[in-house]
């Protein structure tokens, strides 16, 4: 495993400089001009050429991509155009509050989508079947946005339970956390389902039913293992869309994250956050493959790593 480990690192370092090239031609190809709006509306053409020469911006493009790569290199992501802070602080403040709003709305995604897919799994169909999947596929259907628009409109409007907006304590998790989570958990309960159905047909699942084991103890502790191979990739993949892509969530409920970070970036052309935000979630995937593969040997001994 150490020997694959190590060879999945090397294969990151290409990986990563492909994506550098991508994301800084992408992010220099954002309509606007970010010297105008650090300049200000008032600013005269001089002020703003003055401007570009303070940010680099009026050097080719090839220049200033090895400027931004030799800044990676030595561990500086920049400066934020938009309040001169450095970017390693800018994106250190916002990245813990959409973590852990992630990772709870991973958990309980996680829960509820694998109990609804082992239910309607081994009670296919049934009415545990199609409530299931009526469930999910509800959860599919539904746009994100629209949910946390009705949750908001319930739950901390007409009830007044939970914040309606912000990060003030524990409850301000429920409603994001929720709206994130749905249509993870609708997935899972959707994959659990048809491949723990598969597993069930094997042989060594008939054997022990033959020879009188418990369907509890069968379907959890023997064919769950075995479905959960594809779940737990399409989990990671889930985890990392999720970290990456809450931008629409986190702008919903005001939330102080890396989502909302980036809208604001992209809205005043901060140039050097946008590239170090998707360098991140770029970054956050290749990390969550290379876990997911390691995760196989786990939960199916028969996986060998050359």
């Known amino acids: 495993m150490l020997k694959f480990f190590i060879k999945r690192i090397l294969e990151v370092i290409p990986t990563l400089l492909i994506v550098t090239v991508f994301i800084f031609l992408f992010v220099h190809m954002i309509p606007g001009d970010a010297a105008r709006l650090v300049a200000g509306e008032d600013a005269t053409l001089e ?3 003055l401007v570009e ?8 493009l ?3 991509y090895i400027s931004y790569m030799g800044g990676l290199l030595k561990g500086d992501l920049g400066t934020s155009l938009k309040t001169r802070r450095p970017v390693s602080e800018e994106i250190g403040a916002r990245f813990m509050p959409t973590f852990w709003l992630t990772v709870w709305s991973m958990v309980w995604a996680v829960m509820i989508g694998l109990i609804i897919g082992v ?5 296919r169909n049934k009415w545990p079947d199609y409530v299931g999947m009526f469930a999910a596929v509800s959860g599919l ?5 629209w949910l946390g628009l009705v949750l908001i409109q319930i739950f901390a409007v007409q009830l007044g339970w939970f914040p309606s907006g912000g990060m003030e304590s524990w409850k301000s998790y429920i409603l994001p956390s929720i709206t994130l989570g749905t249509g993870v958990a609708a997935v899972v309960a959707r994959f659990t389902r048809s491949s723990l159905m598969d597993v069930l047909k ?18 959890w502790h023997h064919a769950l293992r075995n479905a959960l191979v594809p779940v737990v990739t399409m989990t990671g993949l889930q985890f990392g869309f999720l970290l990456g892509g809450s931008v629409v969530i986190e702008t919903v409920f005001s939330w102080p994250g890396l989502g909302k970070l980036l809208i604001d970036s992209v809205a005043f052309r901060d140039y050097p956050v946008i590239q170090a935000e998707m360098l991140i979630f770029a970054l956050e995937f290749i990390i969550i493959n290379l876990v997911v593969d390691l995760l196989y040997g786990i939960l199916n001994p028969q996986i060998r790593y050359d």
């Open 47 to 49: 002020d703003i050429k």
């Open 119 to 123: 239910v309607s799994a081994t009670k």
């Open 62 to 64: 090839h220049e200033q």
């Open 202 to 219: 094997n042989d060594y699942i008939r054997t022990g039913r033959a020879k009188g084991v418990n369907e509890q103890n069968i379907v």
């Open 141 to 145: 259907s539904l746009p994100s946005f």
């Open 53 to 60: 020469k303070e940010l680099g911006l009026d050097r080719p």
